[in-house]
């Protein structure tokens, strides 16, 4: 996931639009109705699509296979699905109108704007992505979707309100409906407004967006009732032996992470000589066809249901086939996101942490599982997507153990020092890492 500095912008300006008055709570009060109804319907955007993408997935991945006898996760059924999959989403690449949006690797949190023309063409290419296997979560796409949508028909419907204001609860709506938890979408707002001058209090900017997320977060909890704890064993009071592990998988999971971000304008300009989408796309079909029989179908998809499976069974697999499932994911997400399948990278990364630091306890018990894969976790995020509010919220999640979050917070500064200043996973349109 790239830089949100675009998003830091259009928050800053959006908390600079309210002006201080003498009763701050009357001009907060019209905000709550738009803030609801973007929370609501961004949420159900994003649930419309995924809804969408599982009922075609169990088609692709159930259905078919047993109607004609093939295993569902054979290496013939994984290549020639993720390759089916490349066709399909490059011929609407190719066809539908405006492109399915801009190139993928160009775009992270700081969505832009985009015609309605091309909405339709952008769900149907992320729907098919999410179904087909290709590693990439909906994020990036889904939160375009809804600013766009949220821009188009707020300010028709409150001629009034600023266009970056609707963005603002746009995004962090579908922030919080991602997670299912509006906590995520505050912290990401409040590292975007640090060090900024805000009129007002700090929770006067907050109040619409956390809205918008509580909304969206409270939604799709009642729909569809999401779940992010792994089930790891509890982890207790942290030792000096627990500080030195969390930092030494932390710096791991950096390092594999900014791996794949030094490698990203490499391999997106080798598939950008094909020129052409349906050569594109395909061939990055076949290239994930070939990780896929590498690592298995445990690397396949965003990931979150996956890393749940390695997280019910951590001595299922041995350190050497954790390692390879980290590596394989990593390479999976870099190629994905290349060759143009729509897509965001948060979900793929936490899947590769999660592996990491199940290899990480594999090769040294002592390694408290919970502490390796919080760890690992943490690094790659930091490394993939520079927010490190949103990297420790999610990294502290998954484990649910309070003892861990201290080591997080230790763990994330020397990490932190190697990801800073360093290139990001988003390109510039001259095709260069954005820094």
Request: hydrophobic share 55%; aromatic share 6%.
């Given at each position: ?13 959006h908390?600079?639009?309210?002006e201080?008055?003498?009763a ?78 801009p ?59 600023p ?8 995004e ?92 990203f ?17 395909p ?92 760890a ?33 917070v ?26």
């Open positions: 996931m790239p830089s949100s500095s675009a998003y830091r912008e259009r928050v800053i300006q908390s600079a639009q309210q201080p008055s003498t701050p709570a009357l001009a907060l009060l019209p905000t709550i109705v738009p803030a609801l109804l973007v929370g609501i319907a961004a949420s159900l955007v994003l649930l419309g699509v995924e809804a969408a993408a599982e009922q075609l997935e169990h088609l692709l991945w159930r259905d078919l296979p047993d109607a004609i006898g093939v295993g569902r996760y054979s290496v013939l059924w994984m290549c020639t699905v993720l390759f089916a999959t490349a066709v399909a989403v490059g011929l609407v690449v190719w066809k539908a109108p405006g492109h399915a949006g190139d993928p690797a160009t775009t992270g949190l700081d969505a832009p704007v985009l015609p309605p023309v091309v909405l339709p063409g952008l769900v149907l290419a992320t729907g098919l992505m999410l179904a087909g296997g290709p590693s990439l979560g909906p994020e990036n796409p889904v939160i375009a979707v809804n600013v766009s949508l949220a821009v188009r028909l707020g300010t028709r419907a409150f001629p009034g309100a266009e970056k204001g609707w963005v603002a609860l746009a962090a709506a579908t922030i919080g409906a991602l997670f299912g938890t509006p906590v995520a979408a505050a912290l990401i707002i409040s590292e975007a407004l640090a060090g900024q001058r805000i009129k007002g209090q700090l929770w006067d900017s907050l109040f619409a967006p956390l809205l918008a997320a509580a909304a969206g977060a409270i939604t799709v909890t009642l729909v569809a009732q999401p779940v992010f704890d792994l089930g790891l064993p509890p982890f207790g009071h942290p030792g000096w032996t627990d500080l030195l592990a969390a930092v030494t998988v932390a710096l791991a999971g950096a390092l594999l992470g900014m791996g794949a971000v030094y490698a304008p490499h391999v997106h300009a080798a598939f950008r000589r094909l020129r052409h989408p349906m050569l594109m796309l061939a990055g079909g076949l290239v994930l066809g070939g990780l896929a029989a590498l690592g298995g179908h445990l690397t396949l998809f965003k990931g979150l249901d996956e890393m749940t499976e390695l997280g019910h069974d951590p001595g299922g697999w041995s350190a050497g086939e954790f390692a390879v499932m980290a590596v394989v994911k990593v390479a999976a997400m870099l190629v994905a996101a290349s060759c143009g399948f729509r897509g965001g990278r948060i979900f793929p990364a936490v899947f590769a942490g999660t592996a990491l630091g199940l290899c990480a306890h594999a090769l040294v018990p002592e390694v408290h599982v919970a502490v390796g894969v919080a690992a976790v943490l690094g790659m995020l930091l490394a993939i997507t520079r927010q490190g509010w949103l990297s420790l919220f999610v990294a502290a999640v998954l484990v649910t153990s309070p003892g861990v979050i201290t080591l997080l230790l763990a994330s500064l020397p990490a932190w020092l190697l990801v800073t200043g360093r290139p990001q996973m988003q390109l510039g349109p001259d095709g260069r890492a954005v820094r």
